[in-house]
């Protein structure tokens, strides 16, 4: 499970330009599927999560707890399918690179070959 972990981890880290902590903030439900237009086109899938750089307070002091990025990230297919393969691994809502779901067995949907 942690060398699946860490490959999907590479995939979103090499193929979304995010950065190592953006990466690891990501939580379970950060790519919904997009929502199809009324012309039947369907959408990117978009990465919302917590950015770091640049991220002050109204005094100029540096925020380590970062914000929500307010322009998601643009995703690619590879990178959804190993977001799908992190969510699998964790509870709702939970870090996708949690070590602590990371060391165990998987939950039903991954064991069963989804």
């Known amino acids: 499970m942690r060398h699946l972990g860490t490959a999907a981890a590479i995939v979103c880290l090499h193929l979304t330009g995010m950065r190592p902590q953006e990466v690891q903030n990501l939580r379970s439900g950060c790519c919904p599927d997009p929502e199809p237009a009324a012309d039947g086109t369907v959408g990117h899938h978009l990465i919302r999560s917590r950015h770091f750089k640049n991220v002050t307070d109204t ?19 590879p990178v959804v399918h190993a977001v799908r393969v992190l969510e699998q691994m964790v509870p709702d809502g939970e870090l996708l690179l949690s070590a ?3 060391a165990r067995q998987s939950r039903g949907a991954l064991q069963s070959g989804a």
């Open 59 to 77: 005094d100029g002091h540096h925020i380590s707890a970062g914000e929500i990025r307010a322009v998601p990230w643009v995703s690619i297919q």
């Open 100 to 102: 602590a779901h990371h």
